[in-house]
């Protein structure tokens, strides 16, 4: 059985692991360089995987943003830390001297989940709700990458058309409401300027009417993604993952708000199993088929 060394790049932290059998056998994780600068994310990378490269087949990369032709690009740069147009498949193929693919983090997580599910199922797919929205579908048992690496960012579908101005540009895109990002931004004006989402889910539970409507509009705006996504690609099921997704309650209140539409836009909605190591895991898998 080979040995992948799987990546997963996100906004706060990469991770490194090696991967044998499904099984991860070392991990390893770093802060994500703040810097702007192409080079601060090389050398980070640099350090990570080198010692690990030497154990391993293959690496597989599940990265934040958009994967066009092995080049890091985003539809909403602030969730990269501003960092753009990075040639992520060459950097790393050059640190390691090893066969790399890379997708996106959404749709590694999307695979594992698809691959871990106890009933047989043809279209899913996964949304992860944390710092930003994201999703990744399987569509006639296949999972759907896009010709450029976009398919999945449903993130920026369009919620409210007098909602906030998204980092991608766009006005009321669903992850400038539902994200974790979005609910700490709601939460300034009631809990202060350092605010965030984990501060206004505190007050959630304490029973904060705020932090209820805001944590609701949220759940609202992701219950209609997975209506507008069910009624597009006739799903069978939607995975729902992130921080905010698996937080206390939260898919409670989305089922809540679906359970008001007609059955044609509610499909069967189930909790991710994988937790922080969907990415790695994933893409692993994936990496079974697609390096040779």
């Known amino acids: 059985m080979k040995t ?3 990546v997963d790049i996100g906004g706060t932290k990469i991770a490194a692991a090696l991967v044998k059998d499904n099984v991860i056998v070392t991990r390893v994780q770093i802060s994500t360089p703040t810097s702007k600068e192409a080079s601060a994310l090389t050398v980070a990378l640099t350090d990570l995987l080198t010692p690990l490269a030497l154990e391993a087949d293959h690496v597989a990369v599940a990265s934040t943003g958009i994967i066009n032709h092995g080049v890091l690009t985003a539809l909403n740069p602030d969730n990269l830390g501003g960092l753009n147009h990075f040639p992520l498949h060459q950097v790393i193929s050059e640190i390691t001297q090893l066969p790399v693919v890379v997708i ?3 749709q590694a997580a999307a695979w594992f989940e698809y691959k871990a599910l106890n009933q047989a199922v043809s279209d899913m ?6 710092t930003g929205v994201g999703a990744g579908f399987v569509q006639k048992e296949i999972l759907n990458t896009g010709t450029r690496g976009i398919a999945g960012h449903a993130g920026h579908m369009l ?4 909602g906030p101005v998204c980092g991608c540009g766009r006005k009321g895109c669903v992850e400038s409401i539902a994200s974790g990002t979005a609910i700490g931004v709601a939460g300034q004006p009631f809990f202060g300027t350092d605010c965030d ?3 206004v889910y505190q007050h959630l539970l304490t029973g904060d009417k705020n932090a209820i409507a805001i944590v609701d509009r949220s759940a609202s705006t992701i219950a209609n993604l997975i209506a507008d996504l069910t009624i ?3 799903l069978d099921v939607v995975v729902l993952g992130g921080s905010v997704g698996l937080a206390s309650g939260y898919l ?3 089922k809540t708000y679906l359970e008001r ?3 044609v836009y509610v499909p069967d909605v189930i909790a991710a199993s994988s937790g922080a190591d969907a990415g790695l895991l994933g893409v692993a898998l994936w990496a079974e088929q697609s390096v040779k």
């Open 4 to 6: 992948c060394l799987a």
């Open 104 to 106: 996106n983090d959404a």
């Open 125 to 130: 797919a996964f949304i992860t709700v944390s």
């Open 159 to 162: 919620a409210d058309p007098n």
């Open 197 to 199: 989402g984990e501060i």
């Open 232 to 234: 597009s690609l006739d």
């Open 252 to 254: 409670v209140r989305v």
């Open 261 to 263: 539409l007609p059955n």
